[in-house]
T-cell receptor
Framework: DAKTTQPNSMESNEEEPVHLPCNHS???????IHWYRQLPSQGPEYVIH???SNVNNRMASLAIAEDRKSSTLILHRATLRDAAVYYC????????????FGKGTRLSVIA | EAGVTQFPSHSVIEKGQTVTLRCDPI?????LYWYRRVMGKEIKFLLH????????ESGMPNNRFLAERTGGTYSTLKVQPAELEDSGVYFC??????????????????FGSGTRLTVV
């Protein structure tokens, strides 16, 4: 699977929008972009996924660049409960390799 | 809907002993996965079951680790004999489908809270 690059950490004020970037310049045409997050003392949690078009769900929005070499996870109003490590993961739609977690971005939310 | 349940939540054992971790997936989820995080490292894939069959066990570190999923329901991960480097948090996850695009709706993997294993 192609590699992703994320900032090690980010900080946000509570109730402000948060844009978490992910670079994946070597993405292939068959790679889905997945986002997971891990809250303290919990297992990872699925957030959202996409292929080409922007996606919205109850948790977040995923904005995918037109060339697919980068994407941004958008939390519209950060809360203290959103403090977590956020992982951007690529996985080929054929699933020939497992879901692979990198280092992710540690998001801190300030009240 | 009950989530993925793992137990025990914590286990402390001596080097050389045996430990068995259990995972109860969400009912109806055919896919079951084991992951682990050792201290300071990233979360690593161990293996993937589809029902009772091992679909991918490429992440199993060595033959001291044995995973089973009899009847395609709950799964166990046995470490025998345990070594110090096996300490870490073991996560189990389940999903209705492994990949997006297989059905109309995909909602990813659901992870349990993990079992923290300490080998002393």
């Amino acid at each position: 699977d192609a590699k992703t690059t994320q900032p090690n950490s980010m900080e946000s004020n509570e109730e402000e929008p948060v844009h978490l970037p992910c670079n994946h310049s070597t993405i292939s045409g068959t790679d889905y972009i997945h986002w997971y997050r891990q809250l303290p003392s919990q297992g990872p949690e699925y957030v959202i996924h996409g292929l080409t078009s922007n996606v919205n769900n109850r948790m977040a929005s995923l904005a995918i660049a037109e060339d697919r070499k980068s994407s941004t996870l958008i939390l519209h109003r950060a809360t203290l409960r959103d403090a977590a490590v956020y992982y951007c993961i690529l996985r080929d739609y054929l699933g020939n390799t497992p879901l692979v977690f990198g280092k992710g971005t540690r998001l801190s939310v300030i009240a | 809907e009950a989530g993925v349940t793992q137990f025990p939540s914590h286990s402390v054992i001596e080097k050389g002993q045996t430990v068995t971790l259990r995972c109860d997936p969400i009912s109806g989820h055919d896919n079951l996965y084991w992951y682990r995080r050792v201290m300071g490292k990233e979360i690593k894939f161990l293996l993937h079951f589809v029902k009772e069959s091992k679909q991918d066990e490429s992440g199993m570190p060595n033959n001291r680790f044995l995973a089973e999923r009899t009847g395609g329901t709950y799964s166990t991960l046995k470490v025998q004999p345990a070594e110090l480097e096996d300490s870490g948090v073991y996560f189990c996850a389940s999903s209705q489908q492994d990949l997006p695009g297989q059905k109309l709706f995909y909602d990813g993997y659901t992870f349990g809270s993990g079992t923290r294993l300490t080998v002393v």
